[in-house]
């Protein structure tokens, strides 16, 4: 709509980042059957843009799991209803945790990956988590 874009009339980017964590939550809630927090945003990448009178369609799975932090995949495609053309605009990794109504996090079910993008990303990350660690290594090193 209108409002939720800039003065080149393509959608901010903050407000897509905003898509993508609620449809982040609502996965790992989904598949953790618990109430779950943002532990990070590891990446997004903007591909294209989205234009007025788009129509945006997010896709989102849990991709690999640990004790109870989900990685989550989201994507982002605009679809011009008129010409009928589809894009994928955005692709981001989150990562989301499970937990109780104190705060404290619980255990989350493993992933089953089936298709080939989930088996591709499933064994890849191994490699994002080992970056994330890593990142929020330096980060406290820093504090």
């Known amino acids: 709509m209108p409002p939720d874009t800039n003065h080149l009339n393509t959608i901010f980017g903050g407000k897509v980042l905003a898509y993508i964590d609620e449809i982040a939550a ?3 809630m989904k598949h953790a059957n618990s109430s779950v927090v943002t532990a ?3 990446s997004v990448d903007f591909l294209s843009s989205a234009k007025v009178g788009d129509s945006l369609s997010l896709e989102a ?3 690999y799991t640990g ?3 989900m990685e ?4 982002v495609h605009a679809h011009d209803l008129i010409k009928n053309e589809k894009k994928l605009t955005t692709e981001s990794f989150l990562t989301m945790v499970a937990v109780n109504e104190d705060g404290k996090s619980v255990p989350v ?3 089953f990956p089936e298709s080939d993008e989930e088996v591709l990303l499933y064994s890849s990350a191994p490699a994002r988590k080992e970056n ?3 990142r929020h ?3 406290q090193k820093q504090i």
């Open 26 to 28: 609502l996965t790992a």
């Open 40 to 42: 990070s945003i590891d």
């Open 61 to 63: 799975y849990v991709t």
């Open 67 to 69: 004790t109870s932090s």
């Open 72 to 75: 989550v995949y989201v994507k």
């Open 109 to 111: 079910p493993g992933v």
């Open 132 to 134: 994330r660690l890593r």
């Open 137 to 139: 290594s330096y980060k």
